[in-house]
C-alpha cells in the first residue's frame, strides 16, 4: 500500500535550522509531484513548497528565501531544508504527492514543528 512517512520535526529555535523528509513507498516517486503543507492551529492548511517531477520548484511567499524543497528520486524521498524560522512557522507539516498522469494524491500522517521564540 501507499506510505508517506514524514520525519524530522521537533521543537526548535526561532532563527535556527530544521530538515523534514517525507519518505514514499508504493507509488512511482519519478512521476509524481511533491508538496508540503502546513496546517497551524485553528487555520487552514497551507501549500508551502512544491517540487516538480522534473524538479522545478515553487513556494509560499512566507517562506521563499528560507525553506528549500529538494527531492531524491533514488531514495523516494522529498526534504524541506528550513532556515530562519520563525514562531509562526509553527505547524504541523505533511507531504502530499500528486500524480502528474491522473492526478492521485496522497497524503503523510504530519510531523509537528514548533518554533519557540
Known amino acids: 500500500q501507499v506510505q508517506l512517512v514524514e520525519s524530522g520535526g521537533g521543537l526548535v529555535q526561532a532563527g535556527g535550522s530544521l530538515r523534514l523528509s517525507c519518505a514514499a513507498s508504493?507509488?512511482?516517486?519519478?512521476?509524481?509531484?511533491m508538496h508540503w503543507y502546513r496546517q497551524a492551529p485553528g487555520k487552514q492548511r497551507e501549500l508551502v513548497a512544491t517540487?516538480?517531477?522534473?524538479?522545478?520548484?515553487n513556494y509560499a511567499d512566507s517562506v521563499k528565501d528560507r525553506f528549500t524543497i529538494s527531492r531524491d528520486n533514488a531514495k523516494n524521498t522529498v526534504y524541506l531544508q528550513m532556515v530562519s524560522v520563525k514562531p509562526e512557522d509553527t505547524a504541523v507539516y505533511y507531504c502530499?504527492?500528486?500524480?502528474?498522469?491522473?492526478?492521485?494524491?496522497?497524503w503523510g500522517q504530519g510531523t509537528q514543528v514548533t518554533v519557540s521564540s
Open positions: 517540487v516538480a517531477a522534473g524538479g522545478s520548484t
Open positions: 502530499r504527492a500528486q500524480n502528474f498522469l491522473d492526478d492521485t494524491s496522497y
Open positions: 508504493g507509488i512511482i516517486f519519478s512521476i509524481n509531484v
